[in-house]
């Protein structure tokens, strides 16, 4: 297929599901506003249109996928997914694994951010990819780690085979330059100069390729970086195996992930549950075969969750181990236990059909990265309720106008074709907030009309590994 047309593909689905989000919520609008006298009839109408408004968008979304299945690319779809992974995770192998490890340039990264798992699992993964965008091998520290005392290694494969050593004969701190043998990287916080190869930059040789098939290329590139990164070590296989097998964990399967304690009120809002299962009930409702089970599992920090959740749907087979969130929860973080409990939970949410969860956490981000490794294009199998996702400690990167908007309301941003738009967050109804670099405007416009352009840049072309 051209590039032209997969874009547009995945835009024409994009608009249909802004589309519902903005009829949705203009809908629930009106019904605030009715008056107490007529409200039961009016209620009632305004019920209709939702329903049918929901039927028209989807059976849009159900032709749409049957398109794609059916224009006959799909296989091609697959391959190249396929050879662009394993050209890069060559490449990988090849960075980690140098013939002579007192003479390789190295990057040295420390796993102790003073975060949780997602968050450290984020901070070595930009560690890696200013690794690979320097052509040095990066050694990480990790003894001593707060959710391990022995480190990476008790849980996952060492990122090098014959080089885990920090020796060399010369030391600085990045950014250093390309004669010392030894780089010391900061946590992404305090990095100055910011390397250009750090999120949300893909490498420019491979982004006319990552863009043709994917949605979103850098989290299709995080994911790559995370394949390699977090390879289990054989016990933690067994341990997956074992809590699938004792969860009944079974596609088709929705994951849900909930995350309270210590973040609600401080870096997210609360949601009920129920904002959650709506979004469930809509994803097996626009399955054009229906599952015989409805089946869901959920994550989550706090383990009431799971128990109520599980009183309130009972047409649903809710399953999560409320133990591991018991573990999770920020009282009892910190341990070995508890790295199980994440390490499962993590990888079973990225092994679901869908994910519904808070993008401002960095657990679910972390299964939607790892998600991408399953598919050749999972870019569109989430619902967030907050956040769109982003990498933490990115470098600025503005959307692009893709049509002109003129404002009809207070509040509203006009928008020019081209013009560069910082985009804060997606209402979820149609708009999403914004800076217009142009004019110095912030305001709402609708998300339909910008998009994420792809941020390539040069990194070194590892060409002795052969495309
Ligand atoms: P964030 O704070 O949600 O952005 O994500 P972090 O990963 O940085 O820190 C949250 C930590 O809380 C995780 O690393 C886990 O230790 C724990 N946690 C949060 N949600 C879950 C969950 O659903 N399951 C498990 N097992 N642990 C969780």
Known sequence: PSSEYEEL???????????????SAELNKFKKHIDEFTYDQREKEIQDVMKNAWEH??????????????????EWREKEAKDLSDLVQKRFRYLQNPADCNKAKKLICSLNKG???????????????????????????????????DGWESVFKPLSDTCLSTTGTSHSNWPGD??????????VDNVYPKPR????????DLAPRLEKIHGHPLVWWVGQVLKYLMRPQDHVKRTLEKAKEKLGFKKPIVGVHVRRTDKVGTE????????????????????????????????SDDPKVITTSRKRYPNYEIIGDPEIAETASVAKRYS??????????IHLLSECDYLVCTFSSQVCRVAYELMQTFYAD???????????????????????????HKPRKNGELELKAGDLIDVFGNHWDGFSKGYNIRTSMTGLFPSFKVKNPVDAVDFPKYSNIPL
């Not at 968008?57 to 799909?74: F, W």
């Not at 299962?277 to 089946?295: A, G």
Request: proline share 5%.
């Open 9 to 23: 593909r995945r835009r024409l689905r994009n608009d249909v599901q802004e589309m519902w989000y903005y009829i």
């Open 57 to 74: 968008k989807k059976s849009l979304i159900i032709n749409i996928d049957k398109l794609k299945k059916a224009d006959g690319y799909d």
């Open 115 to 149: 975060c949780g798992f997602g968050c450290q699992i984020h901070h070595i993964t930009y560690c890696f990819l200013v690794a690979y965008g320097t052509e040095r091998t990066l050694v990480m520290k990790s003894k001593g780690w707060r959710y391990h005392k």
């Open 178 to 187: 390309s004669s010392k043998q030894v780089i010391s990287l900061p946590i």
């Open 197 to 204: 190869s750090q999120p949300p930059s893909v490498p420019a």
């Open 268 to 299: 997210a809002a609360y949601h009920d549950i129920d904002e959650y299962m709506i979004k469930v009930e809509q994803y097996f409702d626009q399955l054009e075969t229906k599952p015989d089970v409805k089946r869901v599992f959920l994550a």
């Open 336 to 345: 070995d236990t508890s790295l199980q409990g994440i390490i499962i939970d």
């Open 378 to 404: 999972a870019y569109d199998r989430f619902t967030s309720l907050d956040d769109i996702y982003y990498y933490g400690g990115q470098n600025p990167h503005p959307h692009v106008a893709i049509l002109d």
